[in-house]
């Protein structure tokens, strides 16, 4: 089967989504709403719809045979175990009272999340990215990228740009690294003699997605994005005008002029951006089936 990594982006929202309506709809029950009101009714109703998003995708990844990604997975497990240890009652105290030990582990767990939700979309690419290889070295990389654990990786047998993909991402995701004698590194003592490392990037926010522009573009994107904002503004309004009345010959040339910069201005975003799209895939097998044999 094909696993893309915008089905991974989109089980992640949907998943955010629908915890985040079920903790609602348990505090509105908590605090007196009965079947049939019509503020329950309304979040049962979108709770409805966002399973219903999320079923085929959660269906089709429970039977993948997929190496997953989620970094600093053995901080988060840890802090989960402690948690756990409380009691509901406890932990229902910790979150009205914001404090107490299981409310500042609570927090600490909360904050690695959050900031794997706000990767979301690279860690969907490298997650991808780790499925296309054998597995021995995918999970070897898992561990390295996840917690830092182990030893540098073979990664001789992909091309550069596979292997400077890897790096970037990685780096993307907090892990500083370098490929060095053809095997992937977090061995700081290498990365000034390194044949690939990450490069000079700055994180820039598009609506709810984390983009990234290389440090000497920066300039260059903040004024392509004001462009683009001016841009659209001026085809709203003239789109409302020409809903309200008949463009003059002189006004219907202005508007095909600015639609035509606004489409221009989109795809120089997408030249200053890297991985705007998320178009990354892999062929996975189900659990239990045979492993691939893959070619680079």
């Known amino acids: 089967m094909i696993i893309s990594s915008r089905e991974l ?10 915890n985040e309506l079920q903790f609602k709809r348990d505090f509105l029950l908590k605090t007196g709403a009965k079947d049939g009101d ?8 979108e709770l ?30 840890d802090l989960t175990g ?43 690419r490298l997650t ?33 740009e596979k292997q400077q993909e ?22 700081k003592k290498k990365v000034e003699t390194a044949e690939l490392r990450p490069p000079d990037e700055v994180k820039r926010l598009l609506g709810s997605r984390s983009i990234w522009v290389e440090a000497g573009k920066v300039a260059l994107f903040e004024e392509n994005e004001k462009l683009l904002a001016q841009l ?14 008949k463009l003059s010959e002189e006004e219907s040339v202005y508007f095909d002029k600015i639609q035509t910069d606004y489409i ?3 795809q120089k975003r997408a030249e200053l951006v890297r991985g705007i799209d998320l178009a990354e895939s892999a062929k996975v097998y189900k659990k239990g089936a045979p492993p691939a044999v893959e070619e680079y």
């Open 232 to 245: 659209l503004a001026k085809i709203q309004s003239k789109t409302a005008e020409k809903q309200s009345r």
């Open 166 to 187: 890897l790096v970037n991402l990685a780096a993307r995701l907090g892990r500083p690294c370098c490929v060095f004698a053809g095997s992937f590194s977090l061995d």
């Open 9 to 18: 982006v989109d089980h992640a929202v949907l998943s955010r989504k629908r």
């Open 82 to 124: 402690e948690i756990n240890k409380f009691s509901r009652a406890e932990l229902d105290g910790a979150v009205k009272n914001k404090a107490g030990a299981a409310f500042d582990l609570m927090k600490k767990r909360a904050v690695l999340i959050k900031s794997n939700y706000e990767r979301r979309e690279d860690v969907a």
């Open 48 to 77: 409805a719809m966002v399973e219903n998003k999320l079923k085929p995708i959660g269906e089709k990844l429970s039977i993948a045979d997929l190496l997953t990604l989620v970094p600093g997975r053995k901080e988060i497990g």
């Open 38 to 45: 019509l503020h329950l009714k309304a979040v049962d109703e």
């Open 264 to 266: 221009a201005a989109l």
């Open 128 to 160: 991808i990215l780790l499925n296309t290889f054998p597995r021995k070295e995918g999970e070897g990389l898992r561990a390295l990228i996840e917690d830092g654990q182990g030893g540098d990786v073979d990664v001789s047998f992909l091309p550069k």
